[in-house]
Every structure is written in structure tokens, then in C-alpha cells.
């Protein structure tokens, strides 16, 4: 059964098909202060997307996963809501060309390499939190 999260906080969808990598991402940002709702199932992930779809301003998720890939999870969550910011996270080297190709028209807000220090990932969301905040100070080319 998918439950709703509480409406007081804006919260981070963390998907990865390896348990270790979700609970590292989803403890290790705890330490931050931001709250993580961690998934391994891309089915299961987006059906709680689609619960709680405007507490979330941010979605992580591996490219490589069985059932449903990152690409076609992040299409389906993009349709939900189209605003929500995304990170794209691999292992592997991410050819910029190729991603564009496939997925041309959805806008992908960072690539993170992994592995990647959780202090790090931090930065680059405290950075996405202070945009949203401040949209003037981070214009968009």
C-alpha cells in the first residue's frame, strides 16, 4: 500500500536498484537535514510518486536498473509533474550526446557520477534549494 507523505516538508525520491546505494543516499542526507524516501523498485517508486507528487521537488535516480530503466522512469515522473528537478546518478560515463538523443525534450538538472561523497551531493542540492528560493540569482541560459 502506498502512503502519503506528510504535506509539511518537500522531500527527495532517491531510486537505485541496489539497496546500499539507496540507504547510503537516503541516511547520509538525513545528517543534512533533508529527507530522503529511498526506493530499489522503479514500479513501486513511481506509484508513490504519483501519491505524493507535489511534496517532492527533487528526484535521483540510477540509469541502469531491470524492469524499468532511469530513463523511462524520469519520462513517467516528468509527466506527473514537469517542474520536479532531476538528477540523473551512474556509474557509468554518461555520453551528454547520446542522453540528449534519447530523452531530447526533458530537461535533466545534474549528472552525478558515482560513486560521489554525500557531502558533495549536498552541495549540489543546497544549491538547487537556494534556485528555488532565489531564481533571480540563478538565471537560466
Given at each position: 500500500m502506498i502512503t502519503s507523505a506528510n504535506k509539511n516538508h518537500k522531500f527527495i525520491l532517491a531510486?537505485?536498484?541496489?539497496f546500499d546505494i539507496v540507504a547510503?543516499?537516503?541516511?547520509g542526507l538525513k545528517m543534512y537535514g533533508l529527507k530522503?524516501?529511498?526506493?530499489?523498485?522503479?514500479?513501486?517508486?513511481?506509484e508513490h510518486f504519483k501519491v505524493n507528487a507535489r511534496d517532492y521537488f527533487l528526484v535521483i535516480s540510477d540509469l541502469r536498473m531491470p524492469g524499468m530503466n532511469g530513463f523511462e522512469f524520469i519520462k513517467k515522473v516528468k509527466e506527473i509533474k514537469p517542474e520536479v528537478k532531476i538528477f540523473f546518478m551512474t556509474a557509468f560515463e554518461i555520453n551528454d550526446v547520446e542522453f540528449r538523443r534519447v530523452l531530447?525534450?526533458?530537461r535533466i538538472d545534474e549528472f552525478i557520477q558515482k560513486p560521489i561523497l554525500l557531502k558533495n551531493l549536498n552541495i549540489?542540492?543546497?544549491n538547487h534549494i537556494n534556485e528555488i528560493k532565489n531564481p533571480d540569482k540563478f538565471p537560466r541560459t
Open positions: 531510486l537505485d536498484d541496489e547510503i543516499i537516503k541516511h530522503v524516501y529511498g526506493f530499489t523498485d522503479p514500479i513501486l517508486a513511481l531530447p525534450s526533458t549540489i542540492i543546497q
